[in-house]
């Protein structure tokens, strides 16, 4: 399942965003253990860990939108809406403070 955060941004302006969205996640929710790793110029990979159970995902950076997308083992999927929408709420906040020139 993949979601879209609409950035209107630039693919540059967007990157910088996704990287502070991911900074404030990891220090918000460190309890899971985030990680991320840029795989190329415009896709990070996610990793965390949920009850022993580590989760994968990735990060695409488009010019208009960034991608999310979550794989989540059988006994998880009821959580996966949350995981996304929280990792989505976290993206459009730091879009948000992009486009106030807040960073």
């Keep these: 399942m993949k979601q879209s955060v609409h950035?209107?941004?630039?693919?540059d302006r967007a990157k910088q965003v996704?990287?502070?969205?991911?900074?404030?996640?990891?220090?918000?929710?460190?309890?899971?253990?985030?990680?991320?790793?840029?795989?190329t110029e415009r896709r990070a990979e996610i990793v965390f860990t949920v009850k022993g159970v580590?989760?994968?995902?990735?990060?695409?950076?488009g010019e208009s939108d960034i991608a999310l997308e979550l794989?989540?083992?059988?006994?998880?999927?009821?959580?996966?809406?949350t995981a996304?929408?929280?990792i989505e709420e976290e993206v459009r906040?730091?879009?948000?403070?992009?486009?106030a020139g807040e960073i």
Excluded at 22 to 35: D, G, H, I, T, V
């Design 18 to 39: 996704a990287e502070h969205a991911f900074e404030s996640y990891k220090r918000k929710l460190a309890k899971y253990n985030p990680q991320t790793r840029w795989a």
């Design 71 to 81: 794989d989540v083992p059988f006994l998880f999927r009821p959580f996966k809406g």
């Design 93 to 99: 906040e730091w879009v948000g403070k992009a486009k």
């Design 54 to 61: 580590t989760l994968t995902g990735s990060l695409e950076v």
């Design 84 to 86: 996304l929408r929280i």
């Design 7 to 11: 950035h209107g941004l630039g693919i």
